[in-house]
């Protein structure tokens, strides 16, 4: 699917980006379809159980923090805390396709290059979170003075997208996540975003300073934020790539 993405700028690539969307847009959520499967493909959500899925430091599954809704992971905020979700599976170099929605003035993201996690209580009660690269999930509309670095889209707090791609608040979006060695690219409903080596000076900075003086990892888990605001994923597909 996205592997026809992965290219230079190219008028021929974006449309044939914008048609992949498309053509996602009209399956059925949550299934792959033969030729995915013949592709590599795996399913890491059924929309009906919550297989496959951890609490972000590697306990079961927080029922408190999440649930299934309308066949998609709902992240909620009971009131005494609210935590991470982690898939079982590591990988190493892959793509993962996940849609997803905000509510209005929402914030969450996927995380991946997990350097360490955190499990700890406040005032809000006990929390749990990866501490890794963040493509960050935000209701842009809600804030224009947001730092560019921080608009849905981004690698968080790090680098901005090249340009606004997210759909209104409420409305499914459809994101790519590419991560093959070194070459990490964020896509957003049809739309590069963002496309960066980890072995930058900028990038590395950020694992360091992920890592806590610690040694840093080179794969991971991937991570869905529960920020507190109301989002919906779905369609949480992955393929390994080679290198």
Avoid at 11 to 34: D, K
Avoid at 155 to 168: E, F, K, V
């Amino acid at each position: 699917m996205y592997d026809r993405l992965v290219s230079p700028n190219s008028r021929v690539f974006l449309l044939a980006g914008l048609a992949a969307v498309l053509v996602h847009a009209a399956q059925a959520p949550n299934t792959l379809t033969e030729a995915e499967k013949a592709a590599g493909w795996v399913l890491l959500f059924d929309g009906k159980t919550t297989a496959g899925w951890l609490e972000v430091t590697g306990l079961p599954f927080p029922n408190d923090s999440w649930k299934i809704e309308d066949g998609s992971l709902r992240a909620l905020n009971p009131g005494h805390g609210f935590q991470d979700l982690r898939t079982e599976t590591v990988p190493q170099s892959f793509e993962f396709l996940f849609d997803w929605k905000i509510a209005k003035g929402g914030n969450s993201g996927v995380k991946y290059l997990v350097q360490k996690t955190d499990r700890w209580t406040n005032a809000e009660g006990l929390q749990a979170r990866a501490r890794g690269l963040e493509y960050q999930l935000f209701d842009d509309a809600s804030d224009p003075s947001t730092d560019r670095r921080k608009l849905c889209g981004a690698l968080y707090d790090a680098i901005p997208p090249s340009q606004p791609a997210a759909r209104p608040a409420g409305e499914f979006n459809h994101s790519a996540l590419i991560v093959r060695g070194e070459n990490v690219e964020h896509w957003l409903n049809g739309v590069k975003v963002v496309e960066f080596q980890t072995s930058s000076p900028l990038v590395r900075g950020v694992i360091l300073q992920l890592a806590a003086g610690g040694a840093t990892v080179p794969e991971s888990f991937i991570a869905l934020q529960n920020h507190g605001t109301p989002v919906w994923f779905r369609n949480l597909k992955l393929r390994r790539l080679n290198r």
